[in-house]
């Protein structure tokens, strides 16, 4: 199974910071928050990851390079202005290939294990959604989880952690331009029955803000000390 990292977010709720460096490359307890992922992916005995980028996306090339420093072949998609989440994968799909694929956001910080779900069998679904507990900046949630599927309606409403496994053909037939979000895509195919999930209580911090990062980071801190 390859992997694709989403890294081509302008990260404008992290300016200034983001002025000057891509947010995934912003620091997590010493380390950029993408490299995180690729150690993560290479531990998983991932081989293949396709990382797109847009927003000074040349600074991540020249910090990750070919991938080979993590026995990883990472090849990389390259947009000259974000395309959204969807807009970013459809245009990745010739190096994607037509077999389900990992999604990671790369400006998350999650102890997520990815070979709980590597070559996972999707059972006639098009996607599979990892779900956290709504974050205090996002208490409403976005899915509900009812017997290992994603529904739209009910009470215990949980967050998309931003990991994921898609089916190809999801994204097939959208339109790049002007841009192609996500979510109208992902709830279309949930009223079909078509995407299941599971629930992770691990670690998992959206590091959207300055504040969040510097939240993670003294987190993160207190228990190197402990």
């Not at 006639?124 to 996002?138: A, D, E, F, R, T």
């Amino acid at each position: 199974m390859k992997a694709m990292i989403l890294a081509a977010g302008r990260g404008e709720r992290m300016r200034p910071l983001t002025d000057h460096i891509p947010k995934p490359l912003l620091e997590v307890a010493g380390k950029p928050l993408i490299i995180w992922h690729l150690e993560k992916l290479a531990k998983a005995n991932f081989e293949d990851v396709i990382i797109n980028h847009a927003h000074l996306g040349e600074m991540i090339e020249a910090c990750i390079g070919d991938g080979s420093r993590w026995n990883l072949k990472i090849t990389y998609s390259k947009e000259g202005s974000p395309l959204e989440t969807a807009g970013g994968i459809k245009k990745a799909l010739p190096l994607i290939g037509d077999q389900p694929f990992l999604v990671v956001n790369a400006d998350i910080y999650t102890d997520f294990n990815y070979a709980t779900i590597k070559n996972r069998n999707l059972n006639g679904c098009k996607g599979h959604l990892i779900m956290v507990k709504n974050p205090k900046q996002h208490p409403e949630g976005d899915f509900v989880l009812k017997d290992n599927q994603i529904v739209l309606e009910g009470k215990e409403r949980l967050t998309f952690s931003g990991i994921a496994i898609y089916q190809p053909e999801i994204f097939e037939d959208i339109s790049i331009e002007p841009v192609a979000k996500l979510a109208p895509i992902l709830k279309k195919l949930i009223d079909l029955k078509y995407i299941s999930g599971e629930a992770y209580q691990g670690l998992w911090f959206d590091i959207g803000t300055p504040e969040r990062l510097n939240e993670i980071n003294l987190l993160l801190k207190e228990k190197l000390k402990s």
